[in-house]
Structures are given as C-alpha cells and as structure tokens.
C-alpha cells in the first residue's frame, strides 16, 4: 500500500433482502388491520347512549345493510265475504246504491288484507288489528273508487248495453280495472305499517313465494274478477232475452242542444290456428256513422225561482247528458278465410266497440259545454221576454245542478 494513501477500513456489507423478512412484515400488516377492523365493529355494536340506550352511530360512511325480515308463506283459501249477485246490482247503478258501493269497497279490500295475512302466517295479534289499521285508509279509498268508476262507466249507456248484453260485463271490466290501480298502494302500506319493517327488505319462505301485492291480486282479486264476470254473462243473457218484449209508451221531456255526427270505421283480422300455427285468417272491416245528440231531461228538473229582493229570476236545469245516440253500422270488406266460421259475436263485440268509441269521444270532448252555453242562449231567448214583462228591473239567471238520485239501500229491495 502506498505511503500517500490513507487505510479506511473494510467495506461495509450490504444486508440482502429477503422474501422471509417480506412476508413477516405482510402478515403483521394483515393482522392489525383485522384487529383494527373487529375493534371498530365491536365498539360500534357496544357503544350506547346512557340516557337514551340507543347505539351511538359510528363514522356515516359505513353503510349498514338492514336484516331481512323473514316471512313464512303458508298455504290459505280465499274468503272473498262477497255476494256476486248484490254486487252486480250495485254496479249497474252505483249512483243510487252509493253507501252499498262504499260498504262493497270495505268487505272487498279488507277480505284481501286478510288473505295476505292468512298466506304470510301473521300472528294473531297482527291480524286483530288489520280492519283498525284499514279504516284509517278507507275514507278516501272510497271516494276514489266511486270516482274512478263512474268516470270510467258510462251510467247513461244501459239501453244499449242491455242490447247488446254488456251491462253487467262492463261494470265488472271498471271494477277490476279500479280495484287493479290502488290493491297494490293500501296492500303494501297496511302491511308494511303493522310489521314495522321500516326499509327492511322482505325475504319470503315457502312454496309458490309471492309478494303480499301479488298474493292479494293473483289469488284475491283475480279469482273473485273471474266469479263476477261469469255471474254477468249470465245475467246479461237473461236481461237481453227479456228486453223490449213487451211494447213501452211514456212521456219525455227533453231539451237537445247539441248534435255531433262522426264517422269511425275498424279492420279486425280473425286468425285460425292449428297447433300454434295460422292455417286460415279472416278479414273484416266495418265503418259507421253516428248521430250522437246531447241536452237536459227536463223531467228530471226544471224549475222557476223569482227573488224580488235581489230582482232575479233563476232558471234551473240538469246537467247536460246523452238523450239520443244512433248509430248505422256497414260492413265494407269480408274474407273469410276455408277454416273459418264467422259467429254472430264477431259482428257483435265489433259493432258494440265502435258505438263505446262514438260515445267515448264525445264525453271527453267540450260538447256538454256547448250544450250549456246554448242552453243559456235558448233560456235567454224564451224567457227573457217574459221577465221584462214582470218587472224591468228584473234580470234573468240560467244556473245547472247535478240531479242527486235518492240512494236507497239494497236491503230495501230484497
């Protein structure tokens, strides 16, 4: 070694890393995460309020899935407490049988209730306080069933209807279509409220696992839809059978303002089929006219009021309604197919759809307003003269109220 250099030692050894030394420091790191983990659940589970014994709720980003409420689905008869023959007088005429359309709602929602809870093993104390829990609902559950049906039921149609035995059938057709729309909403609601679930899930167990809303209208509303439309064809039958046998002469008093003429037409395609497969189609298209007219029966209400402190006379009139509804029906085009038999039904059901559609169209229409404002005309016209005669000073006021139909019980008739 030379003079001039200075003597630094040995060189420093380098320590090699090894995968022994890696995989020690992984576990460790594994390992505290888990025991970090299992202290924040258990603090989490165990940390309560000590005023209020509430658990105290930890960092809120930690999402806590709720517990499934387990519900055992048992088998159970449906009980519907409804007789199919009262139901279809209410139906026919809800106006006049108002508190019995309201008490068919009740006996009809609540039977539902009571399957579901039957079909979902409630227990007893549950199902004492289905019907309280109902009657909280059914105020205005009623009223939007009777809304609802009388919008969608055409009461003045039943001369045609008869005709064409669909009186009944078309009753029955609201109602499920009604009952369809709000089963859902009041089931859900109802029992949601007595199981306290809050936004826990509902996990069923059983055969044939259903929904409470599929339990209530599968095997509730469907079933009971099906008994009343049997009931209906039946009595469709024997009211049609029986229409106009005998000659009917009475008196009317009507005023129409309005008349709408319309035209529709409708191409119906009847297919044959042979195990699934169409061997034979016939074609049918039909058009009709229609002369439709619209005013107030007079018979039902017309009356006079003279009030000399104010210096009027009200004139009072019905509301506006269909007097008369013609319609001429053509067949415009018919092929039929080699393995098809036209039935008189087929005719039937399409005449009948296109006089509901004349119809349809005008109600929704501004037609029953045009027959107010010309009846504010005509009354103007008519009686305006007379007023003055009595008294210049008097002025003449055409006002419409809907005619209230006495509701009469369905006992009274039994």
Known sequence: MANNEEY???PPVKKQSSIYSIGQKALLFVLLSVSVMVGLKYCNLNLANPITGEPIVGDPTITHIPKELHINYIPAEYDANVDEEDALIILSNPNRYRRDFDKLVYDFNLSLLQHVANRMDLST???????????KHHPYLKDLYFQDFIALKDTTDS?????YETNNANAVEV?????SKYTCPFINTIITSLLQSG????AGAGKYVETPCGVALKEGLMPMMKRLEAKAAIADFGKAKGFLEEKVEKAVSELATMEVRDKKG????LKTNVWGVNVSSTDIEISAISILKVGFKLNELFDITVDEKRNAVTITLPEPQILSHEVYPKVDKLEVGWMRELQDEDFNKNFNLLRREFRTDAMQSDIMAKAKQEAVELMDLMFSPVVAGLNKRYKLQIRFQKVTQEVEELSSLN
């Open 175 to 179: 109602l499920n279509e009604v009952a």
């Open 266 to 269: 409708l191409n119906t395609e």
């Open 159 to 163: 001369y045609q209807q008869l005709w």
């Open 125 to 135: 104390d549950i199902k004492s306080r289905l019907e309280t829990e109902y009657q």
């Open 199 to 202: 936004t826990s899930p509902l």
């Open 8 to 10: 630094q030692g040995p």
